[in-house]
């Protein structure tokens, strides 16, 4: 298989660093920040326009990248309710359609080893954040448009975003979250920078100029989602779904509580999705709170038996400290090696839940995507549902 972008002197590099800081990297608090710091340098407080805010903390990790941890969400007039423990880009799987490079970037070159410094044109209107070492986040406030449209009645939506990039053979990795001011999380990776491989026929790529074909790939980005709805115990998880009758004109719902670990499929015939609630905590309409995960249903990629971690979109697990990647995990401990064998059926009444998402974008590359590529994005949604009585907006 080819080295990641193609140069050996590359790779060298990393493994050199990697062999390094190996007891680092390994370490789930690798990185300037260490784990579950949040003194001031680490911290992030942002009142957005219609009066919500947002409280989180960050850190660096050698190779997750940029890891967020105790987020927590206040409705504008409202109380904090803390939304999740830790977020964080897990893996991105990168399979070459003529099968000669399947890499696995996050875990074996590292998102945190391989950051660039961000400067004021990366993050227009907003501020970079740095560890004491390099200036890595940017953080912005966006807007969005409309919030809602009622007639004569209207209100704009605002949304905290947070990215740092990523440099990994020829691409660049927007590794992006966007928290909106209603309390929605919008994860987001954007893949751009230059074109990895090229070579074999148009069967498995695209030519691209007078005389070079492009081999065609995948990125399959897998995100870790450590839910933690007003803590970290006992949070539920639940699928949501509405078959259809059989002359199909009418939908029958289904909602399907999660008693032990699970690895479930996007089903869009059916809308399936997920709800992580909190069994005890009420919103003043006393429902109980909850966040609904919509899934991206773009592209769809189910690899070969010796991949069996891209067999399901969603997986659902207790949380553990040595599972820490999608793929390619370090299986010491008695840790196991990819998603697959994380779901071992664990009960989780009573457990601290991780979601574990990933979404899948195939590229077919096009003349447009020389000699600078356009950045093309793979995400989801972390939607409230019931977290508050009415809509958060004015």
Not at 123 to 149: E, F, M, N, W
Not at 212 to 224: E, K
Not at 231 to 255: H, I, N
């Amino acid at each position: 298989m080819n080295g990641r972008g193609g140069v050996v002197s590359s790779i060298a590099v990393v493994v050199a660093l990697a062999a390094v800081a190996s007891l680092a990297a390994l370490a789930p608090g690798a990185g300037a920040a260490g784990d579950g710091d949040c003194s001031a340098p680490f911290r992030v407080e942002e009142t957005l326009p219609n009066g919500a805010t947002w409280s989180l903390c960050w850190e660096r990790r050698a190779l997750e990248g940029i890891v967020l941890h105790d987020v927590t969400y206040t409705p504008p007039g409202g109380s904090a309710t803390l939304v999740m423990g830790q977020m964080n880009l897990a893996q991105i799987h990168v399979p070459y359609d003529d099968n000669l490079a399947r890499f696995h970037d996050e875990s074996d070159f590292g998102l945190g080893f391989n950051l660039l410094e961000l400067d004021g044109d990366d993050c227009p209107g907003g501020t970079v954040l740095g560890d004491g070492t390099q200036q890595t986040l940017c953080r912005q406030v966006r807007d969005l448009g409309y919030a809602y449209k009622d007639y004569g009645a209207q209100d704009q939506a605002h949304s905290l975003a947070l990215f740092s990039v990523s440099a990994i053979g020829a691409y660049n990795y927007v590794v992006e979250w966007n928290l909106d001011d209603d309390g929605t999380i919008r994860p987001m990776v954007g893949a751009t920078g230059r074109l990895q491989r090229f070579g074999g026929g148009t069967a498995t790529g695209w030519r691209v100029g007078t005389n070079r074909i492009a081999v065609a790939h995948l990125h399959n980005y897998y995100w870790r989602l450590d839910v933690d709805l007003a803590g970290s115990a006992d949070d539920r998880v639940q699928e949501l779904a509405s078959t259809p009758a059989g002359d199909r004109q009418s939908f029958a719902a289904a909602r399907t509580p999660f008693l032990s670990e699970a690895a479930r499929r996007v089903q869009p015939r059916t809308f399936r999705s997920w709800r992580v609630l909190d069994p005890s905590v009420t919103n003043a309409d006393g429902h109980r709170i909850s966040y609904e995960l919509l899934p991206s249903t773009d592209h769809i990629f189910r690899g070969p038996g010796y991949e069996p971690f891209t067999h399901n979109e969603l997986y659902v697990t207790r949380a553990a400290p040595c599972e820490r990647f999608a793929s390619h995990n370090p299986a010491t401990g008695g840790c196991g090696r990819d998603l697959s064998d994380y779901v071992d059926g664990e009960a989780l009444r009573g457990a601290d839940v991780v979601l574990w998402y990933g979404t899948s974008f195939h590229h077919l590359p096009r003349d447009e995507d020389e000699e600078r590529m356009p950045a093309h994005w793979s995400g989801f949604s972390l939607v409230p549902r019931d977290l508050t009585a009415t809509n958060p907006r004015p």
